[in-house]
């Protein structure tokens, strides 16, 4: 089955520095991946979609100078917290989808982030 | 805009029991329906979708125009069924962008 893995799992960072993670889907390409950020027992809140060659397009309420989206090839997209505060600890995860698979989208494992 | 509603954050059943998670979504259109399944632990993955018809481990679920509901249900809970689950839906023209319900927490007791 289609495979997305996300690295780091966590991460800590002191407050102000910069933090990328990146999300691969190891045996397919994908023309489309998800960023989503989901708090503590709540649901998945998309921020961003990233399509392959062009830039992301962010849902409303999310900064895009903030969380920095870039999708350089159809297995690769890279989000970058920058100058990440507290408030910006979560866990984020992406999602690819497979034009093969009728664009189903299988998720990444996720990223903690921990500001402090 | 598009709204998936669960209204149940918890369901305890015991082991052999029917299950029902319950989901209603708001849009005009006609959506394509989703149920994702999160174990203890492990990363989100898809259960079922409503266009491809299918029972997987059990559950099923209908998609139910006139009520605006896609319940999922399974007979008789396993202890394996523990997790939580995801309702989330996709509309036409969206670019595959999932809407998702706020989860229910289904806790099958022995």
């Known amino acids: 089955g289609a495979v997305v893995s996300q690295h780091p799992s966590w991460v800590i960072c002191k407050s102000g520095t910069s933090v990328k993670i990146e999300c691969r889907s190891l045996?397919?390409?994908?023309?489309?991946m998800f960023w989503y950020r989901q708090f503590p027992k709540q649901s998945l809140m998309l921020m961003a979609t990233?399509?392959?060659?062009?830039?992301?397009?962010?849902e409303q309420g999310v900064e895009k100078d903030k969380f920095l989206i870039n999708h350089a090839s159809l297995t690769l997209s890279t989000l970058t917290v920058t100058s990440a505060h507290p408030e910006d600890s979560s866990f984020y995860i992406c999602?690819?989808?497979?034009?093969?698979?009728?664009?189903?989208?299988?998720f990444g494992p996720g990223t903690r982030l921990t500001v402090l | 805009a598009q709204r998936v509603t669960q209204p149940e954050k918890l369901l305890s059943v015991f082991k052999g029991a029917p299950v029902e998670l319950k989901c209603n979504y708001s849009?005009?259109?006609?959506?394509?329906l989703f149920w994702y399944v999160q174990y203890s632990r492990q990363r989100l993955q898809l259960l079922l979708r409503?266009?491809s018809r299918e029972s997987i481990k059990g559950f099923t679920a209908d998609l139910n125009k006139g009520e605006t509901s896609f319940h999922l249900k399974k007979p008789f809970a396993q202890e394996e069924d523990s997790a939580m689950y995801y309702c989330?839906?996709?509309?036409?023209?969206?670019?595959?962008?999932?809407?998702f319900g706020t989860g229910t927490q289904l806790k099958v007791e022995l």
């Open positions: 409503h266009i």
């Open positions: 849009y005009s259109g006609s959506p394509e």
């Open positions: 989330a839906l996709t509309v036409t023209g969206g670019g595959n962008k999932l809407t």
């Open positions: 990233s399509n392959e060659g062009s830039k992301a397009t962010y």
């Open positions: 999602s690819a989808a497979d034009r093969v698979s009728y664009n189903e989208q299988f």
């Open positions: 045996d397919f390409q994908a023309t489309t």
